[in-house]
C-alpha cells in the first residue's frame, strides 16, 4: 500500500520519473510563483522510444497520477534519448 501524495516538490517529481519512467534526464520548474502548485517537467526516457507524443505523455500522466492529482497545472514535455541529442545540437 503506498502512501498517499500531499505535496508535489520538483525532487518528488524527479524521483518518480527515474524509478516509474526508467529517466535518464529531468528538468523540472516550479511556475507557481512559490505555491508549489504549478509544475513544468522535461523527461528524458529510453521507454519513450517509438512512441507517439500522446502514447509517451499517456505514459508519463500514468506514472505521475499521484503527483499530477494534487497540484494545480502540470506541463510536460517527454523526449527519447536521440531526440533530447539531437535538441542538444541545435
Known amino acids: 500500500m503506498s502512501t498517499p501524495v500531499t505535496s508535489v ?25 512559490g505555491c508549489g502548485q504549478n509544475f513544468e517537467i522535461m523527461i528524458v526516457s529510453p521507454m519513450f522510444e517509438g512512441k507517439t507524443t500522446l502514447q509517451k505523455h499517456r505514459m508519463v500522466n500514468e506514472a505521475l497520477k499521484d503527483q499530477i492529482a494534487v497540484v494545480h497545472a502540470f506541463s510536460q514535455k517527454s523526449f527519447t534519448p536521440a531526440q533530447w541529442e539531437a535538441l542538444q545540437k541545435q
Open 9 to 33: 516538490t520538483i525532487e518528488s517529481l524527479t524521483e518518480a520519473c527515474n524509478a516509474r519512467l526508467g529517466a535518464t534526464h529531468v528538468e523540472g520548474k516550479d511556475i507557481s510563483g
